[in-house]
């Protein structure tokens, strides 16, 4: 740093000096000017005489500015180079690995972990290794797994069958609750019944696009029993059934299409998204997200990773933000004269149970509020009184008719 503070002294006094001595000459040259001026006026020198004096001392001066102008770009030449020896090659790898305050080591980690997250393994694994961070390998092996397992639906030849695999494995290792201590406890069923849901549909949702390849390949008769073996029983809901009729349909009417190219049965105007390639495209697509959020909840990983929360959240928070305060500065007399927000628009952080009449707790307590998928709000308590006996779990609102499976009720936290 010294030498610096050296340099740019030098490259300050140097660039004063080859100003004074510019003006110093533009001022000689200006007398000289003026005294020839007067000569010529006098008609003691002709001309030519007069011109070639002044053309010699304007030479003269210009070499004179060149010379003290050459000096000042050494000294700026002499302080960049110093300024380089600095800052310049030590500052590319270590100059991270340096960073080693608990925020920039947060902040990398969430980095890399984004990365894993998204599938840039390889760019990770550089910034793991160059910043030493220690990221835990376990995870790491995870979001590898998940990412090598959707590239195979990804791929162009929609392999589904690793994924069917995986989706068996966990249906089971779900079923025999192998995971939760907390599996006898009404939270845990909650969890295990919703994991349950997505990953047969899941299932359902990978057989039915492997179903439309046989259709599309030509192979009906294949389409046909595949559709018997592994879609109906599979549609377990009325929206799943009524994707089963649909192919079924296509299917029929493409048979009496005669023999010609399957494709071909089916008019532009097919209402069904998988009998065009961008309609497909998005059936993949949408199967592929189902399996990351599957594998994510399966394996307690966040859907988004926490950068992209963070960043989802200031996109939409700080324009608000920013708003707000901009028309609190401008007009601060309209925030005087704000009402308060209505009551029923305010945060409770409490409920009394209109079932049991017991106040449900807060945080992880006994009793919480739980929200019925009708949105009508009972305690804990109730909720399991309601129970169906001899049920896997439904109940019948207390406040309207609709029928709830436990599975689609949502723990509130205070
Ligand atoms: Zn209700």
Redo the contacts with the bound molecule.
């Keep these: 740093m010294r030498e610096i503070q050296d340099e740019s002294s030098r490259v300050l006094e140097k660039s004063n000096s080859a100003a004074a001595d510019t003006v110093g000459e533009i001022d000689a040259l200006l007398g000289l000017i003026e005294s020839q001026k007067d000569l010529l006026l006098r008609g003691t020198v002709d001309v030519p005489t007069a011109l070639s004096t002044l053309q010699t001392a304007v030479k003269a001066s210009e070499e004179a500015v060149h010379a003290t102008h050459k000096g000042l770009a050494a000294a700026v030449l002499t302080l960049s180079q110093a300024v380089e020896r600095i800052s310049g090659p030590e500052r590319s790898d270590d100059a991270l690995t340096a960073l080693d305050s608990g925020e920039t080591r947060a902040l990398l980690h969430l980095v890399a972990q984004q990365l894993y997250h998204e599938g840039y393994m390889e760019i990770a694994d550089t910034l793991v290794e160059r910043t030493s961070l220690s990221f835990d390998s376990f995870l790491r092996g995870q979001y590898v797994a998940m990412h090598s397992l959707a590239h195979s639906i990804r791929s162009p030849t929609r392999d589904v069958t690793p994924v069917l695999q995986w989706c068996d494995s966990a249906v089971q290792e779900t079923t025999a609750g192998a995971s939760p201590p907390s599996g006898a406890s009404l939270e845990g069923t909650i969890l295990r019944e919703g994991m349950l849901d997505a990953l047969r549909t899941l299932k359902f949702r990978l057989h039915f696009l492997q179903c439309v390849r046989l259709m599309m390949e030509g192979s009906r008769d294949s389409a046909v029993q595949y559709v018997r073996n592994f879609l109906t029983p599979l549609a377990r809901t009325k929206e799943l059934y009524r994707d089963v009729q649909r192919l079924t349909t296509s299917l029929v009417y493409a048979s009496t299409q005669g023999s010609g190219e399957v494709e071909a049965a089916f008019p532009c105007t097919t209402p069904y998204p998988w009998t065009s390639p961008d309609g497909l495209d998005a059936l993949w697509a949408a199967a592929t997200d189902l399996f990351l959020e599957c594998w994510c909840r399966r394996y307690g990983l966040p859907r988004r990773a926490p950068l992209q929360v963070c960043v989802d959240a200031g996109y939409h928070v700080l324009p608000a933000l920013r708003k707000y305060n901009e028309l609190r500065r401008r007009t601060p007399e309209m925030f005087l004269q704000l009402p308060s927000m209505p009551l029923e628009l305010t945060y409770q952080s409490w409920l009394t149970c209109p079932v049991t009449q017991q106040q449900a707790t807060e945080g992880d307590g006994p009793n919480p509020a739980m929200m019925?998928p009708?949105?009508?709000v009972i305690s804990h308590n109730a909720l399991r009184s309601l129970l169906r006996p001899g049920t896997r779990g439904t109940l019948k609102?207390p406040?309207?008719p609709?029928e709830c499976e436990i599975s689609n009720c949502i723990k509130l936290y205070a």
Excluded: I, N, P
């Design positions: 019925l009708c949105a009508h609102c406040y309207c609709t």
